[in-house]
């Protein structure tokens, strides 16, 4: 575990890396409502820049699902592992879900929109295989929330709960940022290479776990104990790492060797 700010380990010019990055809290600041978040545009760019220098090796992962990110990244496009993995893209632009059955999901949602109307401030997203209950205008419900999300869990132990920043989702058994980033790295172009992740959450730690364990870099965003290897202090020194990361293409590194 580890407290320190401000240190990453430093990246080699030799080294094929993968970039895999969340995005609230990482890419884009923390709103107050979802629906206000934005990735400014030089981000993008720097995405983009960072993605051809590694063919494509740069993804999203996130809890948000993959349209939504797909409209934070525009005009970019991306591989993405949505809500936790419980959706992916991949580099070909192959989607795969991994869904609730639909008695389920309708079971779940009239419970959750019943109980969500009895706490005002707080907010229910439907993700159509997950659900995000949300309080940050309403703090004092982070309680009751958290035990309604228990009580889902108990009683439908195919969901499993999993705690963010203001947060609670209940999401399908298995499905975690970690399982995600070893997925996309068992395929072109992310195999080979080493994968470098970037996230701020509870929801980010079994991604750094997965990257520690591929002796990959993990990089932990804001404070709070961490599995992660480096750590930046906000988003503000995200995009300043952004724009200062430049990697060697396959092309330099085998120009480099030949001379």
Same mark, same amino acid.
């Given at each position: ?8 380990? *430093?990246?080699? +010019? ?17 709103? *107050?409502? *979802? ?65 609730? +059955? ?14 969500? +109307? ?18 940050? /205008? ?8 958290? /035990? ?37 790295? /068992?395929? *072109? ?54 724009? /200062? ?15």
């Amino acid at each position: 575990m580890t407290t320190q700010t401000d240190f990453v380990p *430093p990246l080699h +010019a030799e080294t094929r890396y993968a970039f895999f990055f969340d995005v609230d809290g990482t890419l884009a600041a923390i709103k *107050p409502r *979802p629906d206000e978040v934005s990735i400014p545009v030089q981000v993008l760019d720097d995405l983009k820049r960072l993605a051809q220098q590694c063919e494509g090796a740069v993804a999203l992962v996130s809890g948000r699902p993959i349209d939504q990110l797909d409209a934070l990244a525009s005009p970019l496009v991306l591989p993405i592992a949505g809500v936790h993995g419980a959706e992916r893209r991949n580099s070909e632009g192959q989607i795969t879900r991994i869904a609730l +059955a639909p008695a389920t999901v309708t079971a779940i949602s009239r419970e959750l929109d019943a109980a969500i +109307a009895a706490l005002p401030g707080t907010s229910l997203e439907n993700k159509g295989m997950a659900f995000a209950l949300h309080y940050r /205008q309403a703090p004092q419900y982070q309680q009751a929330i958290e /035990q309604l999300a228990a009580s889902l869990v108990a009683r439908f132990p195919e969901l499993v709960q999993q705690p963010g920043k203001c947060v609670v989702e209940l999401k399908p058994q298995g499905v975690n940022k970690g399982a995600a980033i070893k997925d996309f790295m /068992q395929h *072109p172009p992310f195999a080979g290479r080493v994968p470098v992740f970037l996230g701020d959450d509870l929801t980010d730690e079994a991604g750094f776990i997965a990257v520690n364990a591929l002796d990959g870099i993990s990089i932990k965003v804001g404070a709070g104990t961490s599995n992660a290897q480096g750590r930046l202090s906000d988003v503000t020194a995200v995009y300043r790492w952004l724009a /200062q990361t430049r990697i060697k293409t396959d092309e330099d590194v085998s120009t480099s060797v030949r001379s």
